[in-house]
């Protein structure tokens, strides 16, 4: 969707590095929230933000932090990367609560 | 602790035949229902949702049932087309503790559907 970009789309990276994705909309949207993706899992959720500078913690926030400085922008950072943390990222925008969300495309990480 | 649940990994149909996809939630607190379709290397998309004030919601070939007395979901594809083919997640959400709802959504583990021509 054009409303919403996620960069980079694939990463391999090398374990203990810092590791930053970036997820960008257009749409103006005040919800966004970051998933993984692994098999047998479903999705699920690692951080939210309701509003710049308002985050909270998902299912899944061990050994990720996550930030936004500005609406359009919601950035995901894995501190020291584990081969544990290897998956496909989705980020995901929301006008409302409780309603449909628009993904961007994922990123495939790999933890080496 | 899995609070949204798909146990069928897989779904195979016949064009032209209904698909039934199945999902069991187990927190009460639940009162949003979704479904998304996703395609290989792209994200999930949006495919139809219900409140639970109802439990019937159609759009088109796709209709989903709620049944909150058994904490379950369907979604029914009529007709199916080999477009249809897809990974489908049944998600999701409800108020915090505070009554208040930030639109986080809980997923199941999906269901690989494949139409057949």
């Given amino acids: ?112 | 602790d899995q609070q949204v649940k798909q146990n069928s990994p897989s779904l195979s149909v016949q064009e032209g035949r209904i698909s039934i996809l199945n999902c069991d939630y187990t927190n009460s607190m639940f009162d949003y229902f979704l479904w998304y379709k996703k395609y290989p290397a792209e994200g999930p998309t949006f495919l139809i949702s219900i409140s639970s004030i109802k439990d019937k919601n159609e759009d088109g070939r796709f209709t989903v049932f709620l049944n909150k007395s058994a904490k379950h979901l369907s979604l029914h594809i009529v007709p199916s087309q080999p477009g249809d083919s897809a990974v489908y997640f049944c998600a999701a959400s409800g108020v915090d503790a505070g009554g208040t709802s930030y639109g986080k959504l809980t997923f199941g583990q999906g269901t690989i559907l494949t139409v057949h021509p």
């Fill in chain 1, 1 to 112: 969707d054009a409303g919403i970009t996620q960069s980079p789309r694939h990463k391999v990276t090398e374990t203990g590095t810092p590791v930053t994705l970036r997820c960008h909309q257009t749409e103006n949207h005040r919800y966004m929230y970051w998933y993984r993706q692994d098999p047998g899992h479903g999705l699920r959720l690692i951080h939210y933000s309701y509003g710049v500078k308002d985050t909270d913690k998902g299912e899944v926030s061990d050994g990720y932090s996550v930030s936004r400085s500005k609406t359009e922008d919601f950035l995901l950072t894995l501190e020291s990367a584990t081969s544990s943390q290897t998956s496909v990222y989705f980020c995901a925008i929301s006008r409302l609560a409780n309603y449909g969300y628009t993904f961007g495309s994922g990123t495939r990480l790999t933890v080496v």
